[in-house]
Nanobody, 115 residues
């Protein structure tokens, strides 16, 4: 089992930055990849960025060049640095950990970008 706790969300003006953190606990050594997803009101949850245990990162086209995913294995924590934020980035952001055939989710953190 893996437990995930996100933090770092908030209200920011367009063009600003936020850094989200996802702290994992439990059987973290078996996590194959960690991802950030987001869900805006009335929309489906979608992948923002993911990173494998080997450090390979993948990004949604809408955030490439603005967001950076990273991980600190020693702290069992993943980060999402979000720069040049836009109002359309407003959503609840969820951390995900892929663990074998299982997926674990955090409780989500709200990011609101004002215009």
């Amino acid at each position: 089992q893996v437990q995930l706790v996100e933090s770092g969300g908030g209200l920011v003006q367009a063009g600003g930055s936020l850094r989200l953190s996802c702290a994992a606990s439990g059987s973290t050594s078996n996590i194959a990849s960690t991802g950030w997803y987001r869900q805006a009101p009335g929309k489906q949850r979608s992948l923002v960025a993911s990173i494998t245990s080997g450090g390979s990162a993948n990004y949604a086209g809408s955030v490439k060049g603005r967001f950076t995913i990273s991980r600190d294995a020693a702290k069992s924590t993943a980060y999402l640095q979000m720069n040049s934020l836009k109002p359309e980035d407003t959503a609840v952001y969820y951390c995900n950990a892929a663990y074998g055939a299982l997926n674990f989710w955090g409780q989500g953190t709200q990011v609101t970008v004002s215009s």
